[in-house]
């Protein structure tokens, strides 16, 4: 009897945590509902996915309580065809934007939502030794996935070391085999343990000569979603949408054409060969390589006023360290889509430089303001304003 104690004792803990407020209930369903989405559309090849959603059917049971929520399996794939806010447990939920999510389309696929904004509410949820055919970004949270990418960065790396390799890989997320061999070889960066690997069979097209290709993101410059006819980066603020177009040769490249009216304008990416590509994963594109081409992107913009800026200084204990005339600026670019889960992971850490939203997210702004009034926060619009003026009085 003792031990069956431990036993149940045991699987408590891994349900509620060590503490159980309605925000962290709230945060473990997304969680869950998250591993249930991507289980349940590799159910035919995965022998473990129906198993990881009567997992997550427990969890979820367990956040509500008795009577309330879904009860079986079968249940909460349903409400994952629905929004999640329709969950008892979500419907008073401060995010707004998580409560209108819907994991799963007409079609038992993933939605672009489940891609893009759950995978910040991603956790450990169960037992490790049962999730490790989960992709990374379904089970892990952003800050470990970070963590573990740039620690392999890191080891026996210096400064200029450290800097160069991660600037690589946020640079070259995708690529031909031979291509980023030798890039590697040529720079003498390092890799993160997993390095590259196979490109999504949903970000390639296959060809009605059965060739397959790929398009490279404008902005991050990994392989775009192909769903359909219609290609774009699983990252909604990389807004290009494009359309296919069959290759009017046999044996040529596909084309595509650019159907939405966002800006900025910018080329149109060529189809790249899918045999011998590869790519990094999708937790360190989403979590390395996204927030990584805004933090370039923004270097590139200061220079260009005059100013000097330094990469991720002591080896990432912020991301830019600025210099302006006689004035000197620390700043971490903060690029989450959800503002509740930025608020909820700047209040549990110590930081030690000014949080900047890039262009995309400046509208997240007046929220952290409001949420977090004691916390230094600007924008790139309007940093890139302060660093002009202190230009300008140099």
Known sequence: ???????????????????????????????????????????????????????MTGV?????????????PLDLIASLRQRLGLMPVLDANADEAI??????????????????LACEYALPVGEPSSSAWLPTWTRMRSDRIRDETFKTLIEGNGQEGYTASR????????????????????????????????????????????????????????????????????????????QLAEARRPRSRPALRRVDEGRPRSATPAARPGA????????????????????LRIKQRLEKLGATVELWPKRDRYDLH?????????????????????IADLRAKALSARVLLPQTHEHQWETLRVSLPSLQITTET??????????RAS
Not at 5 to 10: Q, V
């Open 167 to 242: 600037r690589f890989l946020i640079e070259h997320p995708a690529g031909s085999t031979a291509e980023l061999r030798e890039l590697v070889s040529e720079t003498g960066v390092k890799l993160p343990r997993r390095g590259y690997t196979d490109i999504p069979a949903d970000h390639l097209h296959r060809s009605a000569d059965g060739e397959t290709w790929w398009w490279p993101c404008p902005v991050c410059h990994w392989p775009m979603a192909v769903t359909g006819t219609t290609v774009r980066c699983r990252y909604v603020p990389h807004a290009n949408v494009y």
């Open 382 to 391: 309007k940093f890139h304003a302060e660093v002009r003026r202190a230009l």
């Open 60 to 72: 979820v049971m367990e956040a509500h309580g008795p009577g309330l929520g879904p009860t079986t």
């Open 99 to 116: 409560a209108r999510t819907v994991l799963l389309d007409v079609e038992d696929r993933l939605t672009a939502e489940a891609y893009d």
């Open 322 to 342: 600025v210099r302006a005339g006689g004035k000197e600026f620390k700043i971490d670019v903060k690029e989450y889509r959800s503002p509740h889960r930025l």
């Open 1 to 55: 009897m003792p031990r069956r104690g431990r036993e149940e004792g045991h699987v408590t803990h891994w349900l509620t945590g060590p503490w159980d407020a309605p925000a962290e209930r709230a945060h473990r369903v997304v969680a869950a509902a998250l591993r249930a989405a991507y289980a349940w559309t590799v159910r035919h090849r995965q022998n473990d996915a129906m198993r990881e959603v009567a997992r």
């Open 276 to 295: 011998g590509s590869r790519c990094v994963e999708y937790g360190v594109w989403r979590f390395v390589v996204v927030p990584g081409a805004s933090e």
